[in-house]
């Protein structure tokens, strides 16, 4: 049984992943903002787990929460996987640019993920032993009108998740990354409803055109997701990238 630290558990894939990993008899961490959630999904757990009040944007909120989760870890080995799930999108068209949205793109998208990799792989590195999702999207793999703020800060999360990996290669340490298209989330829903506001179309019609716009016809289900990176954190290469298209099939690579 490992100890598994998730971000943005509250809801949508990190809530999958927590179950996943529960499921699997793995002791998890579920860390986000909203603690209500987080206790509501903890008690449905099958096995040991904490719900855990962190801000990835806030370092202090970080420093505060990972010192309970060391705690909750110590005599399970440690935190020896991570989950970097945390995100949000919010669109910026470039006639409407603004730098407070982009910075707080960068701040959840990437600077999160980055401040826990900072503070847990290289524990992970001494002990020989650990591995690390980071959760992206097919944002970080190529761009999308409307959205440039956001797939800034997946492509910066790509970019940095292949450097650790190549960084941390053969010291017993794995990271790698999982980039879904349209996901079946409340994120998904609350970009529909604020494109709605802005294009005039319904939230329906335009949760139609994300399923539409992904290879496979569908919007890909945070179940899904959350098995991907289950397989990745047990027997993923280091480095490698799984992309899920709602084709049923992920494709991979390094």
């Known amino acids: 049984m490992t100890t598994t630290l998730v971000t943005g558990a509250s809801s949508g894939i990190g809530a999958a992943t927590a179950r996943a990993l529960s499921a699997a008899g793995h002791a998890v961490i579920a860390a986000a903002r909203r603690k209500e959630l987080l206790e509501e999904l903890c008690d449905s757990l099958e096995g040991e787990s904490l719900a855990l009040v962190m801000d990835v944007t806030d370092p202090a909120s970080i420093a505060e929460a990972l010192e309970k989760a060391r705690s909750f870890a110590s005599t399970r080995g440690g935190i020896e996987w991570l989950v970097n799930n945390a995100g949000a999108g919010e669109s910026m068209p470039i006639e409407r640019s603004d730098d407070a949205l982009a910075e707080r793109m960068l701040e959840v998208n990437f600077h999160g993920a980055r401040r826990l990799i900072e503070e847990l792989v290289p524990t992970m590195v001494m002990a020989g032993a650990g591995s690390v999702v980071n959760v992206a999207s097919s944002a970080g793999l190529a761009g999308y009108a409307y959205v440039s703020a956001y797939c800034a800060a997946k492509h910066a999360l790509v970019g940095y998740s292949r450097a650790v990996a190549a960084e941390v290669d053969g010291k017993g340490v794995r990271v790698s990354l999982v980039c879904p298209h349209y996901v079946d989330t409340p994120m998904t829903d609350a970009s529909a409803v604020h494109l709605a506001e802005m ?6 019609e335009l949760l139609d055109f994300f399923a539409s ?9 945070a179940e899904e997701v959350a098995n991907a990176i289950l397989v990745l954190l047990t027997d993923g290469a280091n480095g490698a990238m799984v992309e899920l298209d709602g084709s049923g099939s992920a494709a991979g690579g390094e």
């Open 199 to 204: 294009t005039g179309k319904s939230p329906e």
């Open 213 to 221: 716009e992904n290879p496979g016809g569908r919007l890909v289900t």
